[in-house]
């Protein structure tokens, strides 16, 4: 009986398939067919990265970066420091490495919500007046402030330079005070997972995915994935991907740190920049081969009847969106290069010219469009990253029925609106009796918008439908209640002009 009982207890459980990602994507037994949409019926495996088993594909994005790498003269994209070539030179190589993986740093975060064209003057001056790590941490922060002043979102800055402090006062390193671990690099403040995967993977050759928002719209696309790429489970689903992908490309574990997953990285981050954009150049893509979206437009164009494989419940996908018929309808005209763009409202007018009612089906849906002479779409000085050169596949020219299809991934979900609220700002001014005049001013808060930047005093109206005279009351009320220690003892004529 015991017995019976301690062989239950140590019964091993039946061994499960294998699955290759974390997110429950398994290698396909056979090849599946394309999804047809709108339907798009289709098991979870099909968003398996064809990628995965095709190395073609991989050495085709990263021959096509390597052309291109230089073409817009990035300040910050420079060639990899290999250990193999410092032997015996290690503390050089050290001075060389941190001083990299802080080029990489800066360039990063400066580089987020702001175009690259805006960025290179500022990096190039920032760089110029802190050229180290250890530069910045003993600048002041009014200094760095100032510096920053004109690129926005000035939290960044102060997140730069206390991350910088942070980075010399604990490190526990002579050669290279950078830590190159990703763990390592996201205890230094204002450094999250993208950019230390960035710093890891550029500067030290780790094997360390990144995921912005170029990267997430490559590969939703190349997986098939309609999903809205902004939201928490289809955010962690993607960095699995991401972080799969790079350790197959880079032979991680086998293999060492090397220049393979700085590259890897950054061609991802180029593709989504330049090509893969909201509006895609798919003709230019080197990887359409493995785009999932892009073989269902084709299919779509072609009105090609798929053999639709019905999986069983439990595999079925259960991240994908349902796809909107309106939204394949009107996709010919609804195709914008700006990311965050979102509809609000569906633009179901479109197509009031027709000469009679078409029927709501899917072989009308990109009929509406003739193929012409091809012509060069004009560059867009608005979107200047998707301008830049790059190297033509030479494969036949996408149908215009396809690219349509393919901007439709990632979903795109309406933009919470954002609040409004009426401040009052008083310009206060303190005479001297000399005749000469000083105005007072505040400093933000240290974070938050517009963070420790210096400004006028400030109150928020708690009623933004307030008349003119609630207002100047309330600024009358604010003033007087403000305490200037000093101005009084020191004989100021202090006067504030309160105007509706």
């Not at 056979?30 to 190395?55: F, I, K, N, Q």
């Not at 001013?441 to 109150?459: H, N, T, V």
């Not at 207002?471 to 002009?497: M, W």
């Amino acid at each position: 009986m015991s017995k019976g009982k301690a062989l239950t207890a140590r019964a091993k459980p039946k061994p499960k398939p294998k699955v290759a990602l974390s997110t429950g994507f398994s290698r396909p037994t056979s090849p599946l067919p394309t999804a047809l949409p709108p339907s798009r019926v289709h098991a979870s495996a099909y968003h398996y990265p064809l990628m995965l088993d095709d190395e073609s594909a991989i050495k085709e994005l990263l021959r096509w970066f390597e052309s291109i790498e230089e073409a817009r003269n990035m300040p910050w994209r420079k060639k990899w420091l290999d250990p193999a070539a410092f032997v015996g030179k290690e503390e050089e190589f050290g001075k060389l490495l941190e001083k990299r993986a802080y080029e990489v740093w800066v360039s990063e975060v400066m580089l987020q919500q702001t175009r690259v064209s805006t960025v290179i003057p500022y990096f190039n001056n920032w760089i110029s007046k802190w050229p180290t790590v250890q530069a910045l941490a003993e600048a002041s922060h009014d200094d760095v402030l100032s510096v920053w002043k004109g690129l926005g979102y000035y939290s960044r800055a102060t997140r730069l330079h206390e991350g910088a402090k942070a980075v010399v006062t604990n490190s526990g390193s002579n050669i290279c005070k950078v830590p190159s671990s990703v763990k390592a690099l996201q205890e230094i403040p204002g450094i999250g997972r993208y950019t230390a995967g960035a710093v890891s993977s550029i500067a030290f050759g780790e094997a360390e995915p990144v995921l912005d928002g170029n990267v997430a719209r490559v590969l939703s696309r190349q997986l098939g994935l309609y999903i809205d790429a902004k939201d928490k489970k289809s955010t962690d689903v993607l960095w699995d991907v991401a972080d799969q992908l790079i350790k197959n490309v880079a032979g991680f574990p086998e293999k060492g740190s090397s220049v393979v997953p700085g590259q890897w990285n950054q061609a991802l981050m180029e593709l989504g920049s330049t090509i893969c954009t909201p509006k895609p150049k798919c003709g230019e893509c080197p990887i359409r081969a493995t785009c999932r979206v892009y073989a269902e437009g084709e299919s779509l164009a072609r009105k090609k009847a798929v053999p639709t494989a019905i999986p069983d419940i439990e595999d079925a996908c259960s991240l994908c969106h349902q796809l909107d018929t309106e939204d394949l309808a009107t996709a010919p005209d609804d195709v914008s290069d700006d990311e965050d763009s979102a509809v609000e409202e569906k633009p179901t007018k479109r197509r009031k010219t027709a000469p009679k009612k078409q029927a709501n089906t899917l072989s009308n849906y990109f009929t509406s469009i003739t193929p012409s002479k091809p012509k060069t779409a004009p560059s867009d000085p608005e979107n200047e990253d998707s301008a830049a050169p790059s190297t033509k596949n030479p494969q036949p020219t996408p149908s215009a029925k396809v690219i349509p299809y393919c901007a439709l991934f990632p979903k795109k979900v309406p933009k919470k609106a954002v609040p409004e609220q009426d401040a009052l700002v008083c310009i206060i001014e303190a005479r001297r009796p000399n005749g000469k005049s000083e105005f007072l001013i505040e400093q933000r808060p240290a974070k938050g918008l517009l963070a420790s930047l210096w400004q006028f005093p400030q109150s928020t109206l708690p009623d933004t439908k307030s008349d003119s005279a609630t207002r100047k009351a309330a600024a009358q009320a604010f003033v007087a209640g403000l305490e200037i220690p000093g101005v009084h003892d020191a004989g100021y004529d202090v006067g504030a002009k309160v105007s509706s």
